[in-house]
T-cell receptor, first 114, second 112 residues
Framework: GAGVSQSPSNKVTEKGKDVELRCDPISGHTALYWYRQSLGQGLEFLIY????????KSGLPSDRFSAERTGGSVSTLTIQRTQQEDSAVYLC????????????FGDGTRLSIL | GESVGLHLPTLSVQEGDNSIINCAYSNSASDYFIWYKQESGKGPQFIIDIRSNMDKRQGQRVTVLLNKTVKHLSLQIAATQPGDSAVYFCAENIEGYQKVTFGTGTKLQVIP
């Protein structure tokens, strides 16, 4: 597709389960970002990938959160042993090279932990 | 740490009037600024950007003003329409650094 695609659009799971969220960035974009947005709040940076460089993981809130990007394209955000405070919308964005460029966002995955 | 912030969390505007959304930033090293619009259930959408070597940039019905002296950024929307109702975020970036810092957002409500 032409834009950033995220799946699933909604995910409901029980506390303690693991979840995987997927992001397909725009083809050719080397920069990929993950953000978390709680209800009525701003965007909280989680992790950033740029080409083959080591990712910037400085925003990951705990070691239960991890992400990978395979082949410089698709990215997966994994949350292990989910907690209720993990409930939020998880947004992915990409840009051609990162700095000084607007980011193109997907519509996010709404995660609800019961 | 340094951050981007907004003066008003909610702004109500009559349809047809002009809207002004403000943003204060504190990182004097920031040299690139972006405004995003986020509608309910959607991801943020790029509206307009401005680099620090400019103080004004215009798009279609939108204008961004940058005042580096007081570290202030504003988004002006002309002839506000119901479709402009959304949350607006400003964001800042420092050249050479990949991370973008987002403000907390301003909700714009357009009154028909």
């Amino acid at each position: 597709g032409a834009g950033v695609s995220q799946s699933p659009s909604n995910k409901v799971t029980e506390k303690g389960k693991d979840v995987e969220l997927r992001c397909d960035p725009i083809s050719g974009h080397t920069a990929l970002y993950w953000y978390r947005q709680s209800l009525g709040q701003g965007l909280e940076f989680l992790i950033y990938f740029q080409g083959n460089s080591a990712p910037d993981k400085s925003g990951l809130p705990s070691d239960r959160f991890s992400a990978e990007r395979t082949g410089g394209s698709v990215s997966t955000l994994t949350i292990q042993r989910t907690q209720q405070e993990d409930s939020a919308v998880y947004l992915c964005a990409s840009s051609p090279r990162g700095y000084n460029q607007p980011q193109h966002f997907g519509d996010g995955t709404r995660l609800s932990i019961l | 740490g340094e951050s981007v912030g907004l003066h008003l969390p909610t702004l109500s505007v009559q349809e047809g009037d002009n809207s002004i959304i403000n943003c204060a930033y504190s990182n004097s090293a920031s040299d690139y600024f972006i405004w995003y619009k986020q509608e309910s259930g959607k991801g943020p959408q790029f509206i307009i950007d401005i680099r620090s070597n400019m103080d004004k940039r215009q798009g279609q019905r939108v204008t961004v003003l940058l005042n580096k002296t007081v570290k202030h950024l504003s988004l002006q929307i002309a002839a506000t329409q119901p479709g402009d109702s959304a949350v607006y975020f400003c964001a800042e970036n420092i050249e050479g650094y990949q991370k973008v810092t987002f403000g907390t957002g301003t909700k714009l409500q357009v009154i028909p």
